[in-house]
Structures are given as C-alpha cells and as structure tokens.
C-alpha cells in the first residue's frame, strides 16, 4: 500500500471537458510533485510545490494548472487537453525537497483523451 | 548536465538465477544515485540509495547496488530472482548541491525485468 494517495485510479475525458486529479499524503512531506508518465518512459518532472508554493514548472502547457491547497493535498485541473496528454500521472512527495529523502509516489492517476 | 544511460531495456532471466542492470551515469560534480522499482500499474517505489559512505548500498527485496566512481556506474545486483521481481527498473541521478531540487531528480529510460519459471 502506498501513503500517497491519487484519484481517481481511471479518468476518461474528451477534449473540451474539465477534470481534476487529485493527490493526498498525510506524512508531514511539505514537497510534492506532479509527473507525467507516458507507455514505456520514465517519468517526467511537470511540478513541484515547497512549502504550498509551486517552485517549479517544467514549461507545462497551461492546460495543465497545478493546485496546492494545503500542505496534505495537491490538485491538477484539466482542461481542454489533447489525445497526446493521455498517460499516468504520477503525485509524488518528500520531506523537503532539498534534501536527500526519497519520493514517495503514488498509484497514479491512468488518463485518457478522446 | 546530468544524464542516466541504463544500458539494457529489458533483461529476461529464470527464476532464483543471478540479476545484474547497468546504470551509468555522467556528471561533474558530486551525485546522489537511487534505484526505483515500478510493478505493473502501480507507482515507482524506493528500491536502494546512494548518499555517501560505504558504496555498496542494500536496500529492500534483496537488491544490492555499488557506487563506482571511477567508472560512474551504480549497477544493481540480486543473487537470486523470484517471478514477483518482475517489474520496470528506473535508475535515477540527482545534483543537490546548493540551490538544487529533487525536482531536479534524471531518470533512465528503465529496465524491464522479466522473471521466467
């Protein structure tokens, strides 16, 4: 079992729909991460939060609009993507983000665009 | 600039035979290394670490890494492999010297291990 905790596990949406994945860890991290997971791929980096504050932004595009609304939760809106956005989307968190703890990653949200 | 090579995409074995994935790295200063092991339709879980210290590195399920400076390796090693091995194996290299990030965190494009009976 995993304590970073994603819903929903499967979200279909079509193009002109909004969603939100959501993602919760109650183990005090105060970093969390948003990745991208394509078939096959590593994951990529698409945002950190520190502290609730977003510190990084890996040039996503801006259908993608990350939320931090407390220190446990984290929120990515989707709206209006494309069949290309479809993939996992992995949540991720650690104690700082600038030290050496681990992430911790959740199950993953499985998108798809149709 | 940072960058991960894991040299095999896919390794297929028999059960309870030896296991070694490659993983070598590229960087000019000092690295953090991490083994991450992803089971089919889950998230990556910690498998090992390197920080400093001793350079070989155990971590859970059995799997053992070494840290080789000399030849920027960190390779992972399981004596003996069990059919719940099988999984995607993700090599990772992060910089945190001051002002870096685990945001920061390069993967490698992953080894598929497949366990046989």
């Known amino acids: 079992d995993t304590e970073v905790t994603q819903t929903p596990k499967h979200l279909v949406m079509g193009m002109t729909n909004k969603k939100s994945l959501k993602c919760e860890q109650h183990?005090?991290?105060?970093?969390m991460y948003w990745y991208k997971q394509k078939a096959k791929k590593p994951p990529e980096l698409m945002f950190v939060?520190?502290?609730?504050?977003?510190?990084i932004n890996e040039s996503v595009p801006s259908r993608f609009s990350p939320e931090c609304p407390n220190s446990s939760l984290l929120n990515l809106h989707l709206h209006a993507l494309q069949p290309e956005d479809s993939a996992l989307y992995l949540c991720a968190s650690s104690y700082r983000d600038t030290d050496n703890s681990p992430l911790h990653f959740g199950n993953g949200t499985r998108l798809t665009v149709t | 600039a940072q960058s991960v090579t894991q040299l095999d995409s896919q390794v297929p074995v028999f059960e309870e035979a030896p296991v070694e994935l490659r993983c070598n790295y590229s960087s000019s200063v000092s690295v953090y290394l991490f083994w991450y092991v992803q089971y089919p339709n889950q998230g990556l879980q910690l498998l090992l670490k390197y920080l400093s210290g001793s350079t070989l590195v155990k971590g859970i399920n059995g799997f053992e890494a070494e840290f080789n400076k000399s030849q920027t390796s960190f390779h992972l090693r399981k004596p003996s492999v069990h059919i719940s091995d099988t999984a995607e194996y993700f090599c990772?290299?992060?910089?945190?010297?001051?002002?870096?990030?685990?945001?920061?965190?390069?993967f490698g494009k992953g080894t598929k291990l497949s366990v046989k009976p």
């Open positions: 183990m005090g991290h105060r970093a």
């Open positions: 939060y520190s502290y609730e504050k977003l510190s």
């Open positions: 990772a290299v992060s910089d945190l010297s001051y002002g870096g990030s685990q945001g920061n965190l390069i």
